[in-house]
């Protein structure tokens, strides 16, 4: 099992003035520590991780600060964006990173963020996948064909040219089963999370993932499944969810709003349901926390002491998830959560020695079994 972190900010978060600063050195301490990425996404016009407009930007100041971290969008709403100048971004960040830049890409919910290109909201689905498509075209130094103001058709190519030959690519799913299947059918990787899905849920949709992908002519062991996870890990049990609640409860908060507008204004909500707008009685908003808030502290958050969250860890494991995105920054306190780093940073030694050994174990037995 991989461990990276994962960021969505909320906008009125103060971080002691420098809203950027838990970001950067976050950052710098997974890159020291041997975890294996950073992704940063792309929200718009709420405060709900509203300082991630674009995570070319974020990235390519990663870039800077770190050696050897894969750089991710997590994720980039394609639909949102001309691809060649998605494209165009992040070559420089592949650049700027000598070669660590990677994508997920989603279609995006929320109809409100479509005020950049509003006819593609219906067909924000197929488009990605066109997106995608075009977007590794122009990544391997191939034009493809544009129209200029007088209607005229011009070749474009992408620069700077890359570092990598090809762009890692995820593709993200909010739980949809067919988006497991598309995604292993395109040979990209998969990142989810347990939002409206349980374990044995997940653990069927990646038995999907990997056959589309050896239907599909590729190697179903080698697709990555990430799973967003929030985190936060410390010595005691019952001092973590104390620490934890109540900034757990208002992010759900600010979750719920988000969605509500986005109902609100015609569209679904994330998942891609449908559902009718409706105000929430203050004291039915209050249970509705509390019962979320037990049920991801007990069984779909990486929440309490390295012992506790290796057992959760083993079970990801069972059910085939790669790697976890652990969500760290939905509580609004740099020094804690910068300590509880040094904590998950336990949790990954001990699973990466448990990899360690059960791949030598491996290798004996094959040893073994060849000169029998």
């Not at 016009?45 to 674009?54: A, D, I, T, V």
């Not at 394609?78 to 890409?105: K, M």
């Not at 290109?117 to 924000?124: D, G, L």
């Not at 080698?222 to 005691?236: E, I, P, R, Y």
Request: charged residues 25%; contains cysteine; negative net charge.
């Amino acid at each position: 099992m991989e461990f990276g972190l994962m960021f969505f900010f909320s906008a009125d978060q103060n971080l002691d003035g420098n809203k950027y600063k838990l970001l950067i050195e976050a950052a710098k301490f997974a890159d020291e520590h041997e975890f294996c990425c950073v992704w940063t996404p792309e929200r718009h016009f709420h405060k709900f991780g509203g300082l991630f407009p674009n995570p070319a930007v974020t990235n390519a100041a990663l870039a800077m600060v770190t050696n050897r971290l894969q750089l991710r969008a997590g994720s980039l709403v394609s639909p949102l964006h001309d691809v060649v100048r998605i494209a165009e971004e992040w070559a420089v960040v592949d650049n700027l990173s000598d070669g660590r830049a990677a994508i997920s890409f989603g279609s995006g919910w929320n109809i409100n963020d479509f005020v950049f290109f509003p006819e593609r909201y219906p067909q924000r689905h197929p488009i990605m996948y066109e997106q995608l498509d075009t977007l590794k075209r122009l990544w391997k130094g191939e034009r493809v064909v544009r129209k200029t103001s007088g209607d005229r058709d011009v070749e474009v190519a992408i620069y700077p040219q890359p570092v990598q030959k090809e762009l890692p690519v995820w593709i993200t799913s909010s739980g949809n089963a067919e988006t497991f299947a598309s995604a292993g059918a395109a040979g990209a990787n998969v990142l989810t999370h347990l939002i409206g899905q349980d374990l044995p849920t997940l653990e069927l949709k990646i038995q999907r993932y990997r056959e589309a992908r050896m239907q599909n002519g590729f190697d179903p062991d080698a697709g990555k499944v990430s799973l967003m996870l929030h985190t936060f890990v410390g010595t005691d049990i019952e001092s973590v969810k104390a620490k934890v609640r109540t900034p757990f409860r208002e992010y759900l908060r600010s979750a719920i709003s988000l969605e509500e507008q986005a109902a609100m204004s015609g569209g679904v909500i994330s998942g891609g349901h449908k559902i009718q707008p409706h105000d929430i009685p203050p004291d039915v908003m209050e249970e509705l926390l509390d019962l979320t808030f037990e049920r991801y502290f007990r069984e779909a958050a990486l929440m309490g002491t390295p012992e506790s969250c290796q057992e959760f860890v083993s079970t990801l494991t069972d059910i085939g998830v790669d790697e976890i995105a652990c969500l760290i920054d939905f509580l609004d306190d740099y020094e804690a959560i910068m300590e509880s780093l040094r904590y998950l940073d336990m949790v990954r030694v001990v699973q990466s020695a448990q990899f360690l050994n059960n791949a030598y174990a491996n290798s004996l037995r094959a040893f073994i079994d060849d000169i029998a």
